[in-house]
């Protein structure tokens, strides 16, 4: 009896073993089963176009990838690659800020507040950004000094029109401006996505307005509001090339300064390409990370409801309680 306890403990991993190592086999059998003719025909026509287009990519000269190679790092690629992030991260600043302001104006319920938030984001978004660019450029054909004055008063501040919008000034109003138009409506929405009855709690606890704003309303609203606001400032990056009809020397209009010397243009635009996938895929993840903290709370809640579900379909359950039969 032990001899054959012993033999049978032994043999019980080598079984084991072998059903683990079928594990894999059957799966993968199942994948290939699950698919059918035409997923295979597509896969295949998208390994075959991609295989194609790298071969093509690699082997044609007129890329000419040894001067994209020269041009990555040079000086003035890199402080126009130092500009267009300077330019992304002021404009971006503006159009978050004054698109919250713009939300809370909208959703105040004070009219002419409402009225002026909702004809800001109308025009804004109404009328194209490359001629908003344009138009700023060009505003000292509409006023020649730009003052500040006090009604009635005297002038804090005057300057000749010319001086004031530079092409740097004229990029960050274009941009910011622009931005906080779309970003308006993502506050809003976001915090509109907020159940009423989180307000009402909030309200009923004795919090002020401004109170169950920040520690209520905005904290739970984050979650929608992350990922559109994420996608306006990496669309900010790349609308940022825009500028370069201002002459202002970002990363595309230092890479236009070389090739019209060079005339060595798919270069240049290959290397203007690489930077703008480089430092998108970086606020890419950046953005993934900032979801996850501000998801904390729906992950915590819903492990809590699965380990509670768990629980309830234990048999360690606590018997109900009988009830009493009536006394007749």
Known sequence: MVGRSMELRSETPASGASSNAGVVPGRLARFVRSQSPLHWLLSLIVLVVAIELIRSVSTNENFEWGVVGDYLFSHSILMGLLRTLELTVIAEFVGYVLGALLAIMRLSGAPLAVAASWFYVWFFRGTPLLVQLIFWYNLGALYRHISLNIPFGPALFSADANSVITPFTAAILGLGLNSAAYMAEIFRSGIQSIHHGQSEAALALGMSRKQMLRHVI????????????SNELIGMLKYSALVSVLAYQDLLYSAQIIYNRTYQTIPLLIVVSIWYIVVTTVLTIGQSYVERHFSRGIR???QRRSVSRGAGTSTDRPAAPATAAPIT
Request: aromatic share 0%.
């Open 218 to 229: 905005m904290p739970q609203a984050m979650r929608v509001i992350i990922p559109p606001a």
């Open 300 to 302: 915590q809640s819903r």
